[in-house]
């Protein structure tokens, strides 16, 4: 069974663990969190029915969707599984976008304390202290150090996601996930500093680019319309300079090759995104930048145009 439900690890670790830890699961997992315009329910009862007008899951919908596939599988083990849900009433969208976004990332900043001790950081920051740099597995843990020689756990991970394991909407949108869900798909036995310095030094140059668009932009100076990508996409430009390196058979691991590709990235970006923008023209919608890069599906409309490219 656990062969046919979604491919993604992150839900299947969630399942396996309401299948095979049920009784754990409440320890084991952050919970639900729902905003709605109002909620009724039973008082005095435990695991009361509510009754929820108008929700929204804003945090834990991979939770939700894995226990719904656990309960395909076998429902009888879901019996001891107890879930955390918090549940938020209000009719404010601005309120419900914040509780969105700080269950987004409280927990994660929590959990790169719990994990800073981990052995796997501790390899990695021996490993950096060899090439020279200073590792932060903890926010500022070196920042009495030349800033060029920090490297920043969380954003180390952040690039690792999107250029390596195929992720960049959540490298820009879910940061916190680095720590959280994510953790072991990057900080396992298979990660060296080298391979996470990588990400980050291709990365460097798109923000470089990024940074010195919006000073132009904020002193009112003529910018390239092509370049607006940098400012919601430079992770899938990261993302998109893998995907070169791969069908250009470059060693993506090269830091120097793969810069090289940057530019290319960009236009690659560049076109898809107008391609998108102008279907929905003359759909008649509107085309908004910073959606359109935290789109699951923009990563494959990118691939796709990569791919045509070579075909």
């Known amino acids: 069974m656990l062969l046919t439900i979604t491919k993604n690890a992150i839900n299947q670790k969630i399942l396996k663990s309401a299948l095979s830890q ?35 899951i804003v945090n834990g919908g991979q939770t939700s969707n894995a226990l719904f596939e656990a309960y395909k599988a076998d429902r009888e083990k879901l019996d001891n599984v107890l879930v955390l849900v918090r549940v938020y ?24 304390d719990l994990h800073s001790n981990d ?9 950096f202290s060899v090439m020279g740099y200073f590792y932060e597995s903890k926010t500022d843990q070196h920042k009495d150090k030349d800033k060029k020689k920090r490297i920043d756990a969380l954003a180390a991970g952040q690039a690792y996601l999107a250029y390596y394991l195929d992720f960049p909407e959540v490298a820009k949108k879910d940061r916190g996930r680095v720590f959280g869900d994510l953790y072991e798909l ?16 291709v990365f460097a140059p798109i923000d470089e680019r990024k940074r010195k668009l919006q000073s132009l932009m904020r002193n009112n100076q003529p910018v390239d319309p092509d370049l607006l990508v940098l400012l919601d996409g430079n992770y899938h430009i990261l993302y998109t300079v893998s995907l070169l390196c791969k069908k250009k058979n470059l ?5 120097n090759a793969a810069i090289q ?3 290319e990235a960009i236009k690659v970006v560049q076109i898809v995104t107008q391609k998108v923008e102008n279907k929905l023209q003359q759909q008649g919608l509107t085309f908004r930048q910073t959606t359109f890069f935290k789109d699951g599906d923009t990563k494959n409309l990118i691939q796709h145009e990569v791919m045509s490219i070579f075909d």
């Not at 409440?26 to 909620?39: E, K, V």
């Not at 009433?89 to 790169?112: D, L, V, W, Y």
């Not at 990057?186 to 030094?201: M, V």
């Open 22 to 56: 049920s009784a754990e699961f409440w320890y084991l997992n952050n919970g639900i969190t729902i905003t709605c315009d109002s909620f009724e329910y039973p008082p005095g009862t435990r695991s009361p029915l509510l009754t929820l007008t108008n929700f929204q």
């Open 89 to 112: 009433e209000t009719k404010q969208r601005e309120i419900s976008k914040n509780i969105a976004e700080s269950t987004n990332s409280q927990t994660p900043i929590k959990s790169r």
């Open 119 to 127: 052995d796997i950081q501790k390899k990695l920051a021996e490993e």
């Open 186 to 201: 990057i900080f396992n036995s298979d990660i060296t500093a080298k391979k996470l310095l990588t990400p980050l030094e």
């Open 251 to 255: 060693d993506e691991t090269s830091s």
């Open 261 to 263: 590709l940057i530019d």
